[in-house]
Antibody
Framework: QVQLVQSGAEVKKPGASVKVSCKAS????????ISWVRQAPGQGLEWMGW????????NYAQKLQGRVTMTTDTSTSTAYMELRSLRSDDTAVYYC?????????????WGQGTLVTVSS | DIVMTQSPDSLAVSLGERATINCKSS????????????LAWYQHKPGQPPKLLLY???TRESGVPDRFSGSGSGTDFTLTISSLQAEDVAVYYC?????????FGQGTKLEIK
């Protein structure tokens, strides 16, 4: 069965960086992409960006350009999302979700979520 | 970016009754070349990841009960739960994938009356 298992909760200080992992199983990793979606406390869902596990292409939300980097390790079927220069409003639950390999579509499988808390 | 607006923001429905959630996009998400509406619906319960319910506006994801249905085209869409069950209490989101960035509605909180 398809599973996306994310790394554990993180607490970071403002200005630091965080890197969240998302290990996929149950499907051919390189036949799909991974999108990252976050939810701040009391807020809705916000798409952060996408990476193709097929060819490594990326597409980031404009508001995060320059602060976010998404990568994959096809040898371990793992996707990573790194967010730098963290601010308090980056406090959120971060989800990885399976997407299409060449563009962003709907998200049929999701990781369990990783809480990232940014606090001094 | 395409703005997705859901209504209402919250909704209370009696068990066994029909629940209807609306979603409006700021521009059409109907792709004329394939006549598909690039619109998905998700159910999100506290402490769980969102769950895909419908895509292409009306195609039910595998395993989703048939009391969930989607309708609409172009800019106006509806999610209908035909007979509300206790386990349907959640926040529901629509999402367009017609153009990048994919965008979500603000969510509709569904409760039991």
């Amino acid at each position: 069965q398809v599973q996306l298992v994310q790394s554990g909760a993180e607490v970071k200080k403002p200005g630091a960086s965080v890197k969240v992992s998302c290990k996929a199983s149950g499907y051919t990793f390189t036949n799909y992409g991974i999108s990252w979606v976050r939810q701040a406390p009391g807020q809705g869902l916000e798409w952060m960006g996408w990476i193709s596990a097929y060819n490594g292409n990326t597409n980031y939300a404009q508001k995060l350009q320059g602060r976010v980097t998404m990568t994959t390790d096809t040898s371990t079927s793992t996707a990573y999302m790194e967010l730098r220069s963290l601010r308090s409003d980056d406090t959120a639950v971060y989800y990885c979700a399976r997407d299409k390999p060449v563009s962003q579509y709907y998200f049929d499988y999701w990781g369990q979520g990783t809480l990232v808390t940014v606090s001094s | 970016d395409i703005v997705m607006t859901q209504s209402p923001d919250s909704l209370a429905v009696s068990l066994g009754e029909r629940a209807t959630i609306n979603c409006k996009s700021s521009q059409s998400v109907l792709y004329s070349s394939n006549s598909k509406n690039y619109l998905a619906w998700y159910q999100h319960k506290p402490g769980q990841p969102p769950k895909l319910l419908l895509y292409w506006a009306s195609t039910r994801e595998s395993g989703v009960p048939d009391r969930f249905s989607g309708s609409g085209s172009g800019t106006d869409f509806t999610l209908t739960i035909s007979s509300l069950q206790a386990e349907d209490v959640a926040v529901y989101y629509c999402q367009q994938y017609y153009s990048t960035p994919p965008t979500f509605g603000q969510g509709t909180k569904l409760e039991i009356k």
